[in-house]
């Protein structure tokens, strides 16, 4: 088993929608947790990080950690065609090594 | 520009040959990482480094692989004998420091590897 899951989806949604990403992860330890977008053949980009459990929000953006769960979730109010690109969860304990879901494919349709 | 810069962006080679593959870190980051992505998978760890020394290479996948950043900021990943399995993107990010409790990491476009 991975220390992180993801459900690559795809995901297709129509513009306008609420979106909700989620990861789940077996180590406690971890303590950092981020979301990162990436778009076809670039790098990933950092979206938003959450120390600890709690609720985050950044704009269209929610990103919310349940520590006691091991879950962590991203949601996307008012989805535009330009938030298509692949949606990945990374976490780590304290600098160092990243460890990523899979990834989740997301298309908004017009 | 002032991102991290990956070269070459592509890079096809001929199994069993060796490749070089160079990153170029943000200005004043001394932390430096070396991610591999498969095709439809999320980036998975290889090495990474503060300063001129390796802090973890524990994900590098066997002795084929190997890095260095001899002066602290450009690095070069290296793979000997280079099998089709190693096909993928090699992901180089690079943070303030990799000691703090958290630092973002910034990721270059990557550098795609495919070994016929």
């Known amino acids: 088993q991975k220390e992180v899951e993801q459900d690559p989806g795809p995901l297709s949604v129509p513009e306008g929608a609420i979106v909700s990403l989620n990861c789940t992860y077996s180590?406690?330890?971890?303590?950092?947790f981020m979301w990162y977008r990436q778009y076809s053949r670039k790098g990933p980009e950092l979206l938003m990080y959450t120390y600890s459990s709690g609720n985050k929000e950044d704009g269209r953006f929610t990103a919310q950690v349940d520590k006691s769960s091991k879950y962590i979730s991203l949601f996307i109010r008012d989805s535009q065609p330009s938030d298509s690109a692949t949606y990945l969860c990374a976490m780590n304990n304290q600098g160092g090594k990243l460890i990523f879901g899979q990834g989740t494919e997301l298309s908004v349709k017009p | 520009g002032a991102g991290v810069s990956q070269t070459p962006s592509n890079k096809v080679t001929e199994k069993g040959k060796y490749v070089e593959l160079r990153c170029d870190p943000i200005s004043g980051h001394t932390a430096l990482y070396w991610y591999r992505q498969s095709l439809g998978q999320g980036p998975e760890f290889l090495i990474y480094?503060?300063?001129?020394?390796?802090?973890?290479d524990s994900g590098l996948p066997n002795d084929r692989f190997f890095a260095v950043r001899p002066e602290g900021s450009v690095s070069t990943l290296k793979i000997q004998r280079t099998e089709r399995g190693d096909s993928a993107v090699y992901l180089c990010a690079s943070s303030l420091s990799g000691t703090l409790s958290y630092n973002e990491q910034f990721f270059g476009p990557g550098t795609r590897l495919t070994v016929l």
């Open positions: 480094f503060q300063g001129t020394g390796a802090a973890d």
């Open positions: 180590n406690s330890a971890f303590q950092y």
